[in-house]
């Protein structure tokens, strides 16, 4: 424990959204002067305790106190004038305005009726050079890069006097020199006794900066240490709530592995996109289910969507059943075999007001049409073919796919790809937010799939997903690819080892544990 | 969370209520036309037919174009300057020494060179959109000012009068006693409500504005589709135009199809076809064009001045947008 009587304490927070719990009974601590890491796997309940916080979300139980003194903020409006300044990934500014005017927006000086710009530009000024910034703050934000505006944006908390400023992810769009002066800003809040919670998903970031970590799980925080006493192995397993040691077996839909595999279908390697992916490499037989595993914002999305031609990469090789390509566009990939179930099916899968048929046939289309009319007979052999196979559960193939539960609308868009007869399917945290037992159903059939000689490349934060079912797992980390286990290896301590690039760590997991 | 209540189907009983929500503009103009028949003086009579047919024409033809842009999100603003530039371009070809000369082929290309080229610089404003990722309604802007500059430079801002019997069929003849733009009109609905409806562009039309992200992971070609969709807006444009000057004998770029956009998107909108896209109903724009005009006609055939008919009209398409509201939120 700090020496000092905490700046806020977070006890026993409980949210409930229509039933379901999003906290039930988190802690958080944060001493004066005290950078406090938040970490947690996506959906553990971070940002819901932070909106509890700053009054966005009111909660359902618990006690806040911030300075010694209850608290329940309305809004977080008012959290910012009680002395809690958020800054947020997407920087809520305005940026066709001026860099001070951002600074002073809503309480602006005034002088004789007018505005006092004079003061305001000359405070502006002087609160971001104390951050080493250095700006005309007459010029328009939007002619600053992220990192500029991300330090307007803290020193706009700064100068609503706050004691406590929370960072929710602001490395995410920084390069690496940006994130050390991002940093510097941090020590320096801290030397003038400003606490601050970082959340951010690059765990190296938080042994330079950070004093204390607190990891949440499933809604719950699970445990808080001080960064000296915690390396970067236990705090993945605290995150992903495995021990060390056990993993439950049979936890998913998956059977045993085959083990037999065909020809080459996918080879990726040397990719590179944008500032996420440096150095990617995978490769998918048939009939196999590989595994893409690694922590959020390791870049496994961005390499899907690159080999489906989503966001083409900058640099690196693609193979597709041996033959080098760079698709361009989905549909170029769609067209050399290749399949992609996204990670948000709301955003990137589901047209919406499309009934359950045209949503599975939305891929094949041009394919069921002559002279440019749907041969809407051929349409419908297909649609019930698949709505059978996969027991998708609609009331009729005319009902409209919002109106479906997450499972059957997983089951639809895994149709939409099946019926397309690919080669290689990507998919991207398949059974995310579908109940227990369509998720075992949906394992099964990617199992059933592979067995049938389809090629599965599986991004999955479940870390039972991937040691069950795939055949062989790739682990990315900071976008590198940093192990290649085949499937007797991929246990649950060698897979987060990688994950921490604690290669001793894979080395005598992988070897004392062959099951 | 994700998942919204399933609605039950299956063996509800029938929904009277969620009937003429739907249908809110049919009802609304089938309860007028009864009004009308008991009330308004002459009003049963094919010339009254005529006259409300003809005068709602161009606007049908161009909202067919409206609603299938506004069904992939976008919108279209410069359909009346295309109109005017269609409309300038017409007499140019069939008064100018080759087109008298030679007046078959002139009248012929008096017809195609016009509506090629609304199509054209429809097909313009989908690139710039697609392209540079613009706001439909700042890309399409451009050719709303654009558009009528380029009519008025092509006539010097002129008026063209004219008197081509054969040109001017488009706009004056009858086939059967029926006005010939009607048919275009009626031509041109049953074609795009097919077109939606049974093939594979209608329906990647309908997916794209559905949802833009998931219609390109899903193949389809997202550019292609809107750049085709403002390629036939600028078409249909290019018809009504034409129409426009032949019924008027006479072409004045700073006139032909002013408001036009705003009267198309009206007809849209009364028609139930959302402003968000992935829903479109061709056949509604054709009931709410109807609709709008039958007021217009009703209201002055009774003695209202037009300034009032306007208020009304407007009153309309509040009404439609409530009740598009409402069906989305029970």
């Given at each position: 424990m700090p020496p000092t009587a905490p700046l806020l304490v977070m006890r026993d927070i409980d949210k409930r959204f229509l039933g379901t719990h999003a906290l039930s009974a988190a802690s958080l601590e944060v001493a004066p002067g005290e950078i406090m890491a938040l970490v947690g796997q996506n959906g553990a309940g971070k940002s819901t305790l932070i909106k509890v916080l700053t009054g966005a979300y009111s909660r359902d139980g618990g006690s806040i106190l911030f300075a010694s003194r209850p608290i329940d903020f309305a809004s977080p409006q008012e959290a910012q004038r009680g002395g809690i300044s958020t800054i947020y990934q997407e920087i809520n500014l305005v940026p066709f305005r001026s860099v001070a005017e951002n600074i002073f927006l809503g309480r602006e000086y005034r002088r004789y009726g007018l505005l006092d710009w004079g003061r305001m530009n000359a405070e502006a000024a002087e609160v971001l050079r104390r951050f080493a910034v250095d700006i005309d703050v007459r010029r328009p934000l939007m002619d600053f890069s992220t990192a500029i505006q991300q330090m307007v944006a803290i020193a706009r908390a700064v100068s609503f006097k706050a004691q406590l400023v929370i960072m929710d992810e602001p490395t995410s769009s920084l390069d690496e020199r940006e994130v050390a002066v991002l940093f510097d800003v941090m020590r320096q809040l801290r030397a003038e006794g400003v606490a601050v919670i970082f959340i951010t998903h690059r765990l190296d970031e938080l042994y330079q900066v950070c004093d204390r970590v607190t990891v949440m799980r499933d809604g719950r925080t699970v445990t808080t240490s001080r960064m000296a006493d915690v390396d970067k192995l236990h705090l993945i397993s605290a995150m992903l709530g495995r021990d060390l040691e056990t993993v439950r077996t049979h936890a998913t839909g998956f059977s045993a592995t085959s083990g037999k595999a065909g020809d080459e279908v996918l080879s990726a390697e040397g990719l590179q996109i944008g500032r996420k992916v440096r150095s990617a490499r995978v490769e998918v037989r048939a009939g196999q289910i590989v595994g893409l595993a690694g922590l959020l914002g390791s870049g496994r999305t961005e390499v899907a969507r690159a080999i489906f031609g989503a966001d083409p990469p900058d640099a690196g090789t693609i193979r597709v059943m041996g033959r080098e390509v760079s698709p361009r566009e989905p549909s170029d990939a769609i067209a050399l075999g290749v399949g992609y179930c996204s990670e948000d099916r709301k955003a990137d899968g589901i047209i919406p007001d499309m009934s359950v048929r045209e949503n599975i046939t939305l891929g094949i289309l041009p394919r069921l049409t002559s002279m440019g009319v749907v041969d809407e007979a051929k349409q419908r052999a297909i649609v019930d073919r698949f709505m059978a196979r996969l027991a998708i559960k609609a009331a009729s193939v005319e009902q409209k796919i919002r109106e479906l539960s997450g499972g059957n609308q997983q089951k639809v868009l895994l149709a939409r790809w099946l019926c397309t007869d690919p080669k290689l399917l990507i998919l991207d945290e398949p059974t995310r937010g579908i109940d227990v037992g369509a998720k075992a159903e949906i394992q099964s059939l990617i199992r059933e799939l592979a067995d049938q000689g389809l090629g599965v490349l599986m991004i999955s934060s479940e870390l039972e997903e991937i040691v069950e079912g795939a055949d062989r797992v790739f682990v990315l980390s900071d976008g590198r690819t940093v192990a290649d286990l085949p499937h007797s290896a991929a246990n649950a301590s060698a897979i987060m080892a990688a994950m921490a690039h604690d290669d001793a760590a894979i080395a005598a997991a992988s070897a004392g544990d062959h099951d | 969370m994700t998942d919204a209540p399933t609605i039950?189907?299956?063996?509800?009983?029938?929904?009277?209520?969620?009937?003429?929500?739907?249908?809110?503009?049919?009802?609304?103009?089938?309860?007028?036309?009864?009004?009308?028949?008991?009330?308004?003086?002459?009003?049963?009579?094919?010339q009254t037919l005529n006259v409300n047919l003809t005068q709602v024409a161009t606007i049908v033809i161009v909202s067919v174009g409206m609603t299938l842009v506004i069904a992939t999100g976008g919108i279209d603003l410069s359909v009346g300057s295309l109109m005017a530039i269609a409309g300038a371009l017409a007499p140019l070809i069939f008064l100018s020494p080759f087109g008298k000369a030679h007046p078959g082929l002139g009248d012929a290309l008096a017809f195609v060179v016009p509506v090629a080229a609304a199509g054209l610089l429809g097909t313009f404003n989908g690139w710039f959109i697609t392209r540079f990722r613009v706001q439909p309604i700042v890309g399409t802007l451009v050719m709303f000012i654009a558009g009528r500059g380029i009519g008025q430079v092509l006539t010097n801002g002129n008026l063209q009068v004219f008197k081509n019997p054969t040109f001017q069929f488009i706009g004056l003849g009858r086939v059967f006693g029926v006005p010939f733009q009607v048919i275009i009109m009626l031509a041109l609905v049953a074609a795009a409500a097919w077109m939606l409806k049974r093939t594979l562009f209608g329906r990647e039309i309908l997916a794209v504005g559905g949802n833009e992200r998931a219609a390109r992971l899903a193949g389809v070609p997202v550019s292609r589709v809107k750049l085709w969709v403002y390629t036939i807006s600028g078409l249909c444009a290019g018809v009504a135009g034409l129409v426009v000057v032949s019924i008027n004998s006479?072409?004045?770029?700073?006139?032909?199809?002013?408001?036009?956009e705003l009267d198309a998107i009206a007809a849209v909108a009364v028609g139930g076809t959302p402003f968000t896209g992935g829903q479109a109903s061709v056949v509604g724009s054709l009931i709410g064009a109807l609709l709008i005009q039958l007021v217009r006609y009703t209201l002055l055939a009774n003695g209202v001045p037009d300034a009032a008919a306007l208020v009304v009209k407007g009153l309309i398409i509040a009404g439609a947008v409530w009740s598009q509201q409402r069906g989305k939120t029970t």
């Open positions: - | 039950a189907r299956k063996g509800a009983p029938f929904d009277v209520a969620g009937f003429f929500r739907r249908y809110a503009a049919l009802t609304a103009l089938l309860a007028l036309l009864a009004f009308d028949f008991a009330f308004t003086p002459h009003f049963a009579s094919l006479s072409s004045d770029a700073n006139l032909v199809g002013l408001g036009m």
